[in-house]
């Protein structure tokens, strides 16, 4: 005896759909399409660009000014090092500064894709030299992009470090010259006299 298994049409219809379903899926997932959505890059236009290149320079010329300022300001208090010491620590970090920033211009100009990125960087160094980010008024915020925002925060860091460097060398005590013991007076031992012989 056969038994007739009967299954309903609204059954096929959603076994169907699910197949369509997975189908599409496996389709989406070999051509990459769920890959690309996932990842989250955005083509931003020119004028998304040049907002994002503008809070990237005042971010790094913020970072510099800032660490300027701290060395600036530490070696105009009375020191313990002499004057001359002072100067050449000072001045060794605010080359060492200087050099940083335009490090950190070049790496942003590169990865805008600016074709002379040497040009780019002294131009941008010679404007903020001109019209410091502390003297002019607070834009919006802006969230940079994560490339951006790398270069941003190295320079943060290292011109942190470099500022934290020399206020540590200009504030150390004045290294004091080791006690000299002065030679104790050496005694003269006078010959003992000989013992006269007796006849």
């Given at each position: 005896m056969n038994d007739i298994v009967r299954i309903s049409r609204r059954t096929l219809f959603v076994a169907a759909g699910a197949l369509v379903a997975v189908l599409l899926?496996?389709?989406?997932?070999?051509?990459g399409v769920i890959a690309r959505a996932a990842e989250g890059n955005t083509v931003a236009n020119a004028t998304v660009m040049k907002t994002q290149?503008?809070?990237?320079?005042?971010?790094?010329?913020?970072?510099?000014?800032?660490?300027?300022?701290?060395?600036h300001k530490v070696r105009a208090l009375n020191l313990a090092i002499t004057a001359a010491q002072a100067d050449a620590i000072a001045q060794k970090t605010l080359s060492d500064l200087k050099a940083l920033r335009h490090s950190a211009f070049v790496s942003l100009g590169q990865v805008l894709?600016?074709?002379?990125?040497?040009?780019?960087a002294t131009g941008t160094e010679q404007r903020f030299d001109q019209a410091p980010v502390a003297a002019q008024p607070s834009p919006a915020p802006v969230l940079l992009a994560p490339r951006l925002y790398a270069i941003v925060a190295r320079m943060s860091e290292l011109a942190t470090q470099l500022s934290d460097q020399a206020t540590t060398s200009l504030t150390a005590p004045a290294a004091t010259p080791a006690p000299t013991v002065a030679p104790s007076p050496s005694r003269t031992t006078s010959p003992s006299p000989s013992p006269t012989a007796r006849p």
């Open positions: 899926g496996l389709a989406l997932v070999t051509t290149q503008s809070a990237a320079e005042r971010d790094i010329e913020r970072a510099y000014e800032q660490a300027v300022d701290q060395v894709g600016l074709a002379d990125v040497e040009s780019y």
